[in-house]
């Protein structure tokens, strides 16, 4: 599929380019969902009872169908878009107009999410993330998928500043899409069984220790427990299965334009994340996971999730590998080998933190400040000293007791909102608040 | 009264930190007065009246000694706050029972506001609040001076932008 052709009635000065419509299925994707359900109301209505199907039905359709249409297409003809050196402007609306500039300077990722059912029709939705947007600043859905590539490969040259954008035809302003190398391909086993040793296997284990205990008091107990255990286990397995879905064929490249993170099964997406744009990243080791030697991987960008839960869902740069290679990657897309070793908390703090404190620790060099905790699951936080926005010391009434003090170093993260050096001695959290707030600075001017 | 922490932050004890005016001292001993003492000792002259002097001697000494504690408190709370304007970044200290430092660099200044609710436009008297990309930051100073208010959210405003950084 191909763009649909410019709009040449738009207001254009002589360096803006032409106004660019969406891909011209974009009504039949955006209402897709409700035609099938429609479809399957009506066919089970005919199934069940053939005459039903008469004239009301006949009317409704008859009405409702073309009004869908009519209300799709409009809104598809008032929903332009272009890309001009410094903005992405998109125009849209039918009773309200809204004009949007998204500046470009600011765009932390771009996302390419093709739903399946758009997957088959061949059309992509674009979405932007800036700093300060809650939700995805500007989703432009649908376009065709050559033309959202070309899109994308043009926004991020344009807002890392590679590109000296706006002049020139279409053809010439958007470059073909450019190589890419991969780095890492999660493989299928792993990942069904990293999602499977988890939460699932908990919930299984819990419940069929229950049913046994219960069918040595009594054998009636057994089936009302298990009619109540059900919901549980079948919301604990949807949320596996969803999980799965989004998480298949993990793969991890390198691009021009940045990190590129592409997975999903039947609705796939592809996250770029353009160099230095990264927060923070977590990486996670469950207690179940342990005896494997597997991590899981999360990254934050300033502007990524707090909007919609599909959002929230993602934010995986690794979904499952070996401790190595997550190093590894980590240390590689935050430009630079992560510190080694970690400084522990006094032993005191075990009366602050009894379960942690075995875990707990920080280490600092010239660029990262990274910090451990967590009871069953290990969380390490890694932050890019770049990117600390305010570093705080604060110490409750209990910890005071103990002479002790915590750390948070704070970014733009959604998510991951920094690191937290937890139950230090007092004065060592004060000396590390001035090393880091000094070197912070130093890591900002470089 | 600085204390650990602020003192290796500065280097030296005492270099120059500011504090809230005392107008909030005032407000908030009189929201004290106000919302404690004046309602117990109305509670004690009607229970005076309905049930009898010992309740209402009881009644007297609650109100009173809670009344006590929390004069003090607030004493202590508006003593805790303080903020210090270095060459890079903003301090600022707070709380008595959790004990807050938070250091702001200039160039991460998102906005700043000024805000005043009607007690405060009374007094004179205005807060502070320094907002950062990171939803974390909890950097705000309370009961300065209107000048005083105006002064620094135009200096953080002007050193904010001479040292922006990305995000």
């Keep these: 599929m191909t763009a649909p052709p410019a709009e040449d009635r738009a207001p254009t000065t002589a360096t803006d380019p032409p106004w660019e419509r969406l891909h011209p299925l974009t009504p039949l994707l955006r209402g897709g969902r409700l035609v099938v359900l429609g479809l399957v109301v009506v066919g089970q209505q005919g199934l069940r009872d053939p005459s039903a199907l008469g004239t009301p039905m006949l009317v409704l359709l008859a009405l409702g169908v073309p009004l869908a249409a009519l209300v799709g297409y409009v809104s598809w ?84 500043g590679r590109v000296a954008g706006g002049e020139g035809e279409e053809g010439q302003a958007l470059p073909a899409p450019e190589p890419e190398r991969v780095l890492v391909v999660v493989p299928t086993a792993p990942l069904v069984w990293s999602v499977l040793l988890g939460p699932p296997l908990v919930a299984l284990a819990v419940t069929v220790a229950a049913t046994l205990v219960a069918a040595l008091i009594s054998v009636q107990a057994v089936l009302p427990l298990l009619a109540g255990a059900l919901p549980i286990l079948l919301g604990v397995a949807s949320m596996a299965a969803r999980r799965l879905l989004s998480e298949y064929g993990f793969t991890v490249a390198e691009s021009p334009d940045g990190l590129r993170l592409r997975h999903g099964l039947l609705d796939t997406r592809s996250q770029t994340i353009p160099a230095g744009r990264i927060q923070t990243v977590r990486v996670l080791e469950p207690l179940l996971w342990r005896r494997f030697g597997w991590v899981r991987v999360e990254v934050d960008v300033a502007g990524y999730g707090g909007g919609s839960q599909e959002q929230a869902a993602t934010g995986a740069l690794l979904p499952v590998a070996p401790r190595a290679l997550a190093d590894q990657l980590v240390a590689r897309v935050l430009d630079g080998p992560l510190p080694t070793g970690r400084s522990a908390p006094p032993p005191r703090a075990r009366w602050r933190a009894p379960l942690t404190v075995r875990r707990l620790g920080v280490v600092l060099d010239d660029r990262h400040l990274v910090t451990t905790s967590g009871v069953l699951t290990t969380t390490t936080d890694v932050v890019p000293l770049s990117k600390v926005q305010s570093l705080r010391v604060t110490q409750g009434p209990w910890q005071r007791r103990w002479r002790l003090a915590s750390l948070h170093a704070d970014t733009a993260g959604r998510r991951l909102v920094g690191g937290v050096a937890a139950h230090r001695d007092a004065d060592d959290a004060a000396a590390l608040l001035a090393e880091v707030t000094r070197r912070a600075r130093a890591a900002r001017r470089r | 009264m600085p204390d650990a922490v602020t003192d290796v932050v500065t280097g030296q004890p005492d270099a120059g930190w500011r504090r809230p005016d005392r107008r909030l001292l005032v407000l908030r001993r009189s929201t004290v007065w106000g919302l404690v003492a004046l309602p117990g000792v109305v509670v004690a002259a009607a229970l005076g009246v309905l049930a009898g002097p010992a309740e209402a001697v009881a009644a007297l000494l609650l109100a009173g000694s809670l009344t006590g504690l929390l004069l003090v408190g607030v004493q202590r709370r508006w003593a805790a706050w303080g903020y210090l304007e270095r060459e890079d970044d903003l301090v600022v200290r707070r709380g008595v029972l959790i004990r807050r430092t938070t250091v702001v660099p200039y160039g991460r200044m998102q906005f700043v506001d000024v805000t005043a609710g009607p007690l405060d436009r009374r007094l004179g008297i205005a807060t502070v609040t320094l907002h950062t990309a990171a939803p974390a930051t909890d950097a705000f100073v309370p009961g300065l001076l209107a000048d005083e208010a105006t002064r620094l959210r135009d200096k953080l405003a002007a050193l904010g932008e001479a040292r922006q950084a990305g995000v």
């Design chain 1, 77 to 160: 003809r008032r929903m332009r878009y272009r890309v001009t050196a410094t903005e992405l402007q998109v125009e849209s609306g039918v009773l309200t107009r809204r004009s949007r500039r998204v500046p470009l300077a600011r765009v932390q990722a771009v996302d390419v999410v093709r739903p399946f059912y758009a997957r088959v029709l061949g059309a992509a939705e674009l979405r932007l993330e800036v700093v300060g947007g809650g939700d995805a600043e500007a989703p432009l859905a649908f376009l065709g998928d050559d033309e959202a590539l070309r899109l994308r490969t043009r926004l991020l040259d344009l807002s890392s």
